[in-house]
């Protein structure tokens, strides 16, 4: 079965940090692998996606995830964090056919400091 | 333009009573999906409809849980005997054809007492 873990419930950075969230999964084929960002109150929205090709996507928001196929790992980076980023991401997994049901992560709490 | 609109916003119940949540796709979007997300989780799949017919129910926990989608167009997440293990955000996504990202609405909060 198709997991996500997301080691990190909770981060605290400074604004004009860089930030790492990281994002494991396990999939029993070649995977579809998801940022979303949920502010509160407010639906998830995505951020970047992973299919094929270049292992290194770019995303909204300044933000860029690596995709390790050897590390299963997919984690998302920005090189400087703006107050506007504090929010909850989610790593995702899907199928890389036909549909986007998605497996999440539990999430990670991003808090930036002034 | 519009996204994905979800009614109710917040739904307070009694344990044991029945509800309805719906939700209004982007027009045009042919697959919906609904996920759950109970506090302090990721969500969770539970069913996804491409047209009018449900392709994959997998994730409905139970069957006091049903959705329709009549029309190919808004969906109704239905919820029988509610129980307080299903206080929860529902959200609602949509999408169009082929690979296109999903499209979640704001939720709805549905609490029961």
């Known amino acids: 079965a198709q997991s996500v873990t997301q080691p990190d419930i909770h981060i605290t950075v400074s604004e004009g940090a860089s930030l790492e969230l990281r994002c494991n999964y396990s999939?029993?084929?070649?995977?579809?692998l998801f940022w979303y960002v949920q502010s509160p109150g407010q639906g998830l929205q995505l951020l970047l996606k992973?299919?094929?090709?270049?292992?290194l996507v770019q995303g909204i928001k300044g933000f860029e995830a690596e995709f390790k196929r050897s590390q299963s790992s997919f984690n998302l980076r920005k090189p400087s964090v703006h107050w506007s980023d504090a929010a909850e991401y989610f790593c995702?997994?899907?199928?890389?056919?036909?549909?986007?049901?998605?497996?999440f992560g539990t999430g990670t709490r991003l808090t930036i400091i002034p | 333009g519009a996204g994905v609109s979800q009614t109710p916003s917040n739904k307070v119940t009694e344990k044991g009573k029945y509800v309805e949540l719906r939700c209004d796709p982007i027009?045009?979007?042919?697959?919906l999906y609904w996920y759950r997300q109970s506090l302090g989780q990721g969500p969770e799949f539970l069913i996804y409809?491409?047209?009018?017919?449900?392709?994959?129910d997998s994730g409905l926990p139970n069957d006091r849980f049903f959705a329709v989608r009549p029309e190919g167009s808004v969906s109704t997440l239905k919820i029988q005997r509610t129980e307080r293990g299903d206080s929860a955000v529902y959200l609602c996504?949509?999408?169009?054809?082929?690979?296109?990202?999903?499209?979640f609405g704001n939720g709805t909060r549905l609490t029961v007492t």
């Open positions: 996504a949509s999408s169009a054809l082929g690979r296109s990202p999903l499209h």
């Open positions: 999939y029993g084929a070649t995977p579809y």
């Open positions: 992973y299919f094929s090709g270049d292992t």
């Open positions: 995702a997994v899907g199928p890389n056919f036909g549909n986007e049901k998605l497996t």
């Open positions: 027009s045009g979007h042919t697959a």
């Open positions: 409809f491409q047209g009018t017919g449900a392709a994959d």
